[in-house]
């Protein structure tokens, strides 16, 4: 019984993927980077598992995440430039909007293939982390002034109080847990000047909470691990 309420508590993962130089050491960030605009929502879990989106949460994790993300960088020492929103009147056709869903669909693909087991690793990869979005990326640089841009993709659920009494009657009558809420966040930091992705992460937490600044930072730093700069700020 322990067992299964330890369930309770969740637990969280990252896999983190980076691209490696000539000589097998991971590519070192030689540049400023700017935080494009991040595709965020948070919805609440009813009793009958089903997920609906709200608002005020995602308004709340979509304004916090940026400072959370810039404040685990700058720890890093890597120079930040403003942030990057796509204009209100980006349509499909757009350039800019075309790069976001390419960015996308290149991240989708690292985790299908990089990380899928069913799939398995592409044999033109050589076994090597070696992913691109193309040289088209370069109008960000051009608009952005920065070298690097970070994406990031986060979907975050909470179990009502119904979905909450559900759970713990399923562990106390049938010994099994029916699963609550869950955050799952997925991060590239592409090169603006080759298109190159230089590092790519997935995270899965069960217990993490973007709608308070605390909560946000927490999944910035786990989200945004394994990115380093080449002076990282000593800890106070």
């Not at 920065?146 to 713990?168: E, K, N, P, V």
């Amino acid at each position: 019984m322990l067992a299964a309420f330890a369930l309770l508590s969740g637990c969280s993962s990252t896999q983190v993927r980076t691209a490696k130089d000539t000589a097998g050491k991971p590519l070192a960030l030689s540049g400023t980077v700017v935080l494009i605009e991040p595709d965020i929502e948070l919805s609440e879990l009813g009793a009958g598992g089903m997920a609906e989106p709200r608002k005020e949460w995602t308004d709340a994790a979509r304004k916090l995440y940026p400072q959370a993300a810039r404040d685990a960088l700058a720890r890093q020492g890597i120079g930040m430039a403003p942030d990057y929103y796509l204009p209100a009147d980006a349509g499909p056709e757009t350039r800019a909007r075309q790069l976001y869903l390419l960015a996308q669909a290149v991240s989708s693909s690292i985790l299908t293939y990089e990380r899928g087991s069913a799939t398995g690793r592409l044999r033109n990869k050589h076994g090597k982390f070696d992913w691109s979005v193309g040289p088209g990326v370069q109008a960000l640089r051009e608009t952005t002034g920065a070298d690097y841009g970070l994406f990031t993709y986060i979907r975050d659920s909470y179990a009502s109080g119904g979905r909450q009494a559900m759970r713990i009657a399923g562990l106390l009558l049938l010994g099994g847990d029916m699963g609550g809420g869950m955050q799952v966040g997925v991060a590239s930091l592409i090169d603006l000047r080759t298109g190159q992705v230089v590092w790519h992460n997935l995270l899965i937490d069960q217990t993490g909470d973007m709608r308070n600044l605390a909560g946000a930072r927490e999944t910035a730093d786990d989200l945004l691990k394994g990115v380093r700069g080449t002076q990282p700020v000593p800890a106070k």
